[in-house]
């Protein structure tokens, strides 16, 4: 692994190409082995004019992780692989952060694809926009009859509800964006990535940045290539843990609170009490009660239209996983959310270590 301490200043960080800023691309990865290669192809790929390195925070794995970040690294010498002991995202852009030897910092996932020319264009809009933070769409892309629906989901109001990075939209401020293009000196002056959050961290840092007065700026120029989860319970896992953290948000900061992001914890609410009124009137409590029954019946001819809808384009037996889909993305963000993360409150931004 490679624990080498030393930084160039921001100011000076200038390639050879121009007038163009040198870059420090991180990616935490952990349990990666399926798309470790091509996400990091992507990023060797880039166009970009300027100077560049690609930094991997890697966390214990439990596949081949690790063996093929060691052989990239090997293969092209712009490749640097660091040590992330405690295996969360948040904790491993810390610690990339702190490697990092250049002014800019981009964030990319492991089971992310960079788009083209997604680098020298972040780096434009960053500079002409005077932006702390520049990020784009989450384009969801599968490979299976399940991914494809997963995809689709994500892709529209009805599955996600709509934000901008996940179905595209003008150019312009934004509360949060997908992954992000970032000054470091901003990031460095605000404590780096909060490690309190295992999730949710890139929702948390936009609000500080913004709260700042500086400014997250969204691109519909950016487009960065999702792997959806290959499986429901790895569908359900994700946005179960997804909507936990996204209400410790709205626990440390209540005004992020809003109509979308409530939306789902509203549906499980009205489902599970129709439900629970449903039974009791069969059980003998008053008939009124099995009105209650209206609240899941509906919900679930909402999901088969919406699932109509969704699936325009899709193959035949991609629609046919939409309905089961859309219920986990919903049901399960709407639970997480309602059972909050069971963490210790209190806990604050993690400063990283960075030696100028």
Do not use: C
């Amino acid at each position: 692994m490679d624990n080498t301490p030393a930084h160039e200043p921001a100011a000076d960080a200038r390639a050879t190409g121009g007038d163009w800023p040198a870059v420090s691309v991180v990616m935490p990865v952990r349990n990666e082995e399926r798309h470790l290669g091509s996400a990091v192809r992507g990023v060797l790929a880039q166009d970009y004019p300027g100077e560049m390195e690609l930094i991997l925070a890697i966390g214990p794995s439990h596949d081949r992780t690790a063996e093929i970040a060691a052989e990239l690294a090997v293969a092209d010498r712009r490749i640097r692989v660091i040590e992330n002991p405690a295996g969360k995202t948040p904790a491993g852009l810390n610690a990339g952060l702190a490697a990092a030897r250049h002014g800019i910092i981009v964030r990319v996932d492991g089971h992310g694809i960079l788009s083209d020319g997604y680098i020298r264009t972040a780096v434009t809009v960053l500079e002409e926009t005077s932006a702390a933070n520049v990020g784009g769409i989450m384009h969801a892309e599968g490979t299976t009859d399940f991914e494809r629906a997963v995809a689709s989901t994500y892709g529209s109001k009805l599955g996600l509800g709509g934000s901008r990075f996940h179905i595209g939209g003008d150019a312009g401020p934004a509360d949060t964006v997908y992954l992000g293009v970032f000054r470091r000196d901003v990031l460095e002056r605000l404590g780096g990535f909060d490690e309190h959050f295992a999730r949710a961290q890139d929702w948390e840092l936009n609000y500080r940045i913004r709260a700042a007065g500086e400014r997250v700026w969204f691109t519909p120029d950016l487009v960065v290539t999702y792997r959806p989860r290959p499986d429901i319970t790895a569908l359900a896992r994700q946005f179960f843990r997804t909507g936990q953290w996204r209400r410790e948000v709205v626990r440390k900061y209540p005004d992020t609170a809003s109509a979308r992001y409530l939306a789902a914890p509203g549906v499980v609410t009205a489902v599970g009490v129709g439900a629970v009124a449903g039974v009791a009137a069969a059980l003998g409590a008053p008939a009124w009660l099995s009105l209650g029954w209206l609240a899941p019946l509906g919900y679930m001819a909402g999901v088969g239209a919406a699932s109509v809808v969704v699936g325009r384009g899709l193959p035949a037996r991609a629609r046919l996983w939409l309905p089961a889909v859309l219920a986990t993305v919903h049901l399960s963000w709407g639970v997480g959310f309602l059972l909050g993360a069971r963490v210790p409150a209190g806990t604050t931004a993690t400063a990283p270590s960075a030696t100028r």
